[in-house]
C-alpha cells in the first residue's frame, strides 16, 4: 500500500521561508513524476510545481524564483522550498504521486504578521 506522509507547513512571517517535505512508503519514487499543489479557502486545488522522474522542473507564473522543487530519490522523498513567501502563499499545500493519482493528506502555509 503507497502512503504519502507530508511535514514541513506553519506560521510565517511575510517574506519568510517553508520548507515541505513529503515521504512516500510502498513504492519507489525514482521512476514517478511528483507534483506539489495548493488549495486556498473557498478556491478550486491549483498546481504549483512538478519534477519528472528526469529531473524537469515546472512552476505555476506566481511562485517561478521564490520556490523550488526538488527530490531525493534515496529518501523517496519530494521537498518544495518556499521563500520569499507572500500572504497569497496562504494555503493548504498537498503532495500528489502523479502518475498514481494518489494525494498526501495536506498541510497548512499560513502567511501573516
Known amino acids: 500500500q503507497v502512503r504519502i506522509g507530508q511535514s514541513g507547513g506553519g506560521l510565517v512571517q511575510p517574506g519568510g521561508s517553508l520548507r515541505l517535505s513529503c515521504v512516500v512508503s510502498?513504492?519507489?519514487?525514482?521512476?514517478?513524476?511528483m507534483g506539489w499543489y495548493r488549495q486556498a479557502s473557498g478556491n478550486q486545488r491549483d498546481l504549483v510545481a512538478t519534477?519528472?522522474?528526469?529531473?524537469?522542473?515546472n512552476y505555476v507564473d506566481s511562485v517561478k524564483g521564490r520556490f523550488t522543487i526538488s527530490r531525493d530519490n534515496a529518501k523517496n522523498t519530494v521537498y518544495l522550498q518556499m521563500n520569499s513567501l507572500k500572504p497569497e502563499d496562504t494555503a493548504v499545500y498537498y503532495c500528489k504521486v502523479l502518475a498514481l493519482g494518489l494525494w498526501g493528506q495536506g498541510t497548512q502555509v499560513t502567511v501573516s504578521s
Open positions: 510502498g513504492t519507489a519514487i525514482s521512476t514517478l513524476g
Open positions: 519534477i519528472t522522474s528526469g529531473g524537469s522542473l
